[in-house]
C-alpha cells in the first residue's frame, strides 16, 4: 500500500478523492496549491477571507484543476504543521502557498491590553511565518515554490485603532522581504499583496458617508472585487512572474501610490 493510501485511510474527511469533488488518481500529479486562511472578517481594505478562499477554489476549478479545502486553525503551529504535513503525505509536494489569516480587534492604543496586540499579532503575523518556514521547508526537496502573503493597506499607512493589525500586516511586508532573501538560493520566491478598500459583505454594511469618504480617496472611484485580488495573486505565482521575488504589490486602485 502507497503512503498516501496510508494517509487517506486515516483521513478520510480531508480526502478529496472520498470527498464526491471528482477528483481523479492523475490530479495528484499536478501542482499542489495551499491556501491559509483563518475564519473571520478582516479590516473592509482586505477582501473577505471566505471569499477568497471561494474566489480561489473557482479560478482553479475554470482552469481545468481540482480544489479542496483542509480546515485548521492557522494560528495553532502543530495544527499548521501537520496541515502542511498531510498534503506532502497525500500528494507529494507543495508547490504553492497563499497565506491569507487575517482578523481584527480594533480599538485606540490607549485603550488596548497586550492581549489585544498579542492575539492578533499571532493569528495574522505568527501564522504567516509559520507558513512560510514549512513552505521553504517542503519547496526545498524539488527547488521549486511560490509563497504569496496577502497584507494590507494598512500595514504600509498604519491606521488609528489598529495599532496591532498595522503591526501585523507592515511585519508582514519587511517578512516576506527576508524570505525572499533566504529562499533565492533554492530558486523559492516570496511576494506579498496589499489589498486597498475591496467589496465584500463587510464593505457593504458600512455607512454611506463612510464609503464616500473613502472613495473620495480612491483614484479609480470604486472598490476593488475578490476577483481583482486573486488574480493579482494567481501572476505572482504564476511562471508570468518568475523573476519577481521579495516584491508587495498593491492593489488598491491608486488609493496609496
Not at 64 to 85: H, L, P, Q, R, T
Amino acid at each position: 500500500m502507497l503512503r498516501s493510501e496510508e494517509v487517506r485511510k486515516l483521513a478520510p474527511e480531508m480526502d478529496p478523492l472520498r470527498m464526491g469533488m471528482g477528483w481523479k488518481v492523475s490530479d495528484l500529479s499536478k501542482p499542489q496549491v495551499m491556501i491559509e486562511s483563518t475564519y473571520g472578517d478582516s479590516h473592509p481594505g482586505s477582501a473577505h477571507l471566505n471569499k477568497f478562499v471561494e474566489e480561489a477554489v473557482k479560478a482553479v476549478d475554470e482552469n481545468g484543476g481540482k480544489a479542496a479545502v483542509i480546515g485548521f486553525d492557522a494560528s495553532d503551529e502543530e495544527a499548521f504543521v501537520n496541515g502542511v504535513k498531510l498534503i506532502l503525505d497525500s500528494d507529494g509536494s507543495l508547490d504553492y502557498l497563499v497565506n491569507n489569516a487575517g482578523i481584527t480587534n480594533d480599538k485606540l492604543s490607549i485603550r488596548m491590553k497586550a492581549e489585544d496586540f498579542d492575539s492578533v499579532i499571532k493569528a495574522n503575523l505568527t501564522s504567516a511565518f509559520i507558513g512560510c518556514r514549512e513552505a521553504l521547508k517542503a519547496m526545498s526537496k524539488n527547488r521549486f515554490g511560490s509563497v504569496v502573503n496577502i497584507s494590507s493597506i494598512i500595514g504600509e499607512t498604519g491606521n488609528a485603532g489598529q495599532t496591532n493589525y498595522s503591526a501585523s500586516k507592515g511585519g508582514m511586508i519587511t517578512m516576506t522581504k527576508s524570505f525572499a532573501f533566504e529562499g533565492a538560493a533554492r530558486a523559492i520566491r516570496y511576494n506579498c499583496i496589499t489589498p486597498g478598500f475591496i467589496e465584500t459583505d463587510m464593505t457593504k454594511e458600512l455607512k454611506e458617508e463612510i464609503k464616500e469618504f473613502n472613495l473620495a480617496r480612491i483614484p479609480l472611484k470604486r472598490f476593488g472585487k475578490p476577483s481583482e485580488v486573486a488574480s493579482a495573486v494567481a501572476f505572482l505565482l504564476s511562471d508570468e512572474a518568475s523573476y519577481i521575488t521579495g516584491e508587495t504589490l498593491k492593489v488598491n486602485g491608486g488609493m496609496l501610490m
